[in-house]
Structures are given as C-alpha cells and as structure tokens.
C-alpha cells in the first residue's frame, strides 16, 4: 500500500538539507476480527500540542493490554488495586475506566487536547478552554486535512471539532 510519511534517515545522519515533519499523525483502528467495529481513534502532534479525536465513542469497546488487567498471567496488580482504591483516587479510576469502558463503564472523550510541553502525562484535558482554542482548531484542521489526505475508511471528521 501506500506510505504516508518519509525517510527521517537525512536528519539521524546529519544532513545539511534534512527536513522534519511538522506533524506526527497516529492512528488507533479498533477494526477487524474484535467483538464490534469499536472506537476509531485518530492523534495528531506538533511538538507542543497533542490532539486526540475519537469517532464511535458510544460502542464503548477498546483494545486493553492484557499485561494491565491479567493477574495470573502477568502479575500486575495495578488494574485490580485502581479499582479497590476507587473511592480514595477517583480520578485515578476515572483514566482506568476511560481506558477500560466496556468492562468499568468509562466514558471516553470524543476529543482531547493535551499540552504536552507542560503536561506531560497529559492529564489536564484543554478541549474547552478558550485559551487552547487555537492550536485545537489548527491541530484538528491538519487531522482532518490528513484523514482525506490518506482516504482513511474507518473515520470522517466533522467541520468543526466536536467539543461536547
């Protein structure tokens, strides 16, 4: 198929004429042989700014690492203590359920700005925070503009950011 980026060799070896990007494009398909068509995630970065878009939020089903949630198997017993310690750390439940929706009844967010420079666990969601609202709208444009860019199948992007 076609790729949609180009070689960073230049830049690792020193190239005088190397050129970046601009923009790092991520995508999450939650497609294929699972349980539903799940959520579409789809993220864009410039350095700074992370959005995160999401279509079909409401089907509630994400890819889960086993490793986080599988005891016998892994040993982790971060999943099962987040959810005993709930009512001490909510917010801290709240991310794992976010994460986990179709088993801790999550909801997840349809779109999320982070500043990453400041915030870089990216815990402080900016979507609806006029101060945030221009790099939100250029980030989200450029998401878009590369979603038709790649003729992506799986999302199609509103005109204007959906910041409900």
């Given at each position: 198929?076609?790729?949609?980026g180009h ?30 068509d799940?959520?579409q ?24 690492q086993a ?62 925070n ?35």
């Amino acid at each position: 198929g076609n790729l949609h980026g180009h070689s960073i060799r230049p830049i690792l070896e020193g190239a005088s004429n190397a050129t970046g990007h601009d923009y790092v494009f991520a995508e999450i398909s939650n497609r294929g042989p699972l349980p539903n068509d799940g959520m579409q995630e789809r993220s864009i970065y410039d350095g700074q700014y992370r959005l995160i878009y999401r279509e079909r939020v409401d089907a509630a089903w994400r890819q889960v690492q086993a490793d986080a949630r599988d005891w016998e198997r892994w040993r982790n017993r971060s999943y099962d203590e987040t959810i005993r310690v709930r009512k001490q750390f909510p917010e801290q439940y709240r991310v794992l359920a976010e994460m986990d929706p179709q088993n801790l009844g999550g909801k997840t967010p349809r779109l999320e700005l982070y500043d990453v420079k400041n915030d870089p666990d990216e815990m402080q969601n900016l979507v609806g925070n006029v101060e945030f609202d221009e790099p939100l709208l250029r980030l989200y444009n450029e998401l878009k503009a590369w979603t038709v860019r790649t003729a992506d199948p799986a999302v199609t992007m509103p005109a204007e950011p959906p910041v409900d």
